[in-house]
Nanobody, 120 residues
Framework: QVQLVESGGGLVQAGGSLRLSCAAS????????MGWYRQVPGKQRDLVAT???????NYADSVKGRFTISRDIAKKSVYLQMSSLKPEDTAAYYC??????????????WGQGTQVTVSS
């Protein structure tokens, strides 16, 4: 069974920084893309940033220049460094990964989410 476990959320003032972490565990053969999405109540889950296994990145326009995604392949982990945070960044942040498991099928897995709250 595969699990993604996030950490690092919390309450921060506008202009501050937070670093989210996500580690994958379980019977993992390979991981392709890893990334972060966010969701506020009543709205759809939106892309924040993704990183491919080769290091290519994709960011939402709203976070470009403020957020940085990175990965540690050996640790099966992905990180999101968030700076210059704004109240509109307040959301539940979810880690996702495209993982090949023992049955040789690629699937998208999601973490349980970590709350980020930015006060004005």
């Amino acid at each position: 069974q595969v699990q993604l476990v996030e950490s690092g959320g919390g309450l921060v003032q506008a202009g501050g920084s937070l670093r989210l972490s996500c580690a994958a565990s379980g019977r993992i053969f390979s991981i392709r893309a890893m990334g972060w999405y966010r969701q506020v109540p009543g709205k759809q889950r939106d892309l924040v940033a993704t990183m491919s296994s080769s290091g290519g990145t994709n960011y939402a326009d709203s976070v470009k220049g403020r957020f940085t995604i990175s990965r540690d392949i050996a640790k099966k982990s992905v990180y999101l460094q968030m700076s210059s945070l704004k109240p509109e960044d307040t959301a539940a942040y979810y880690c996702t990964a495209d993982i090949l498991t023992g049955d040789k099928i690629w699937r998208d897995y999601w973490g349980q989410g970590t709350q980020v709250t930015v006060s004005s």
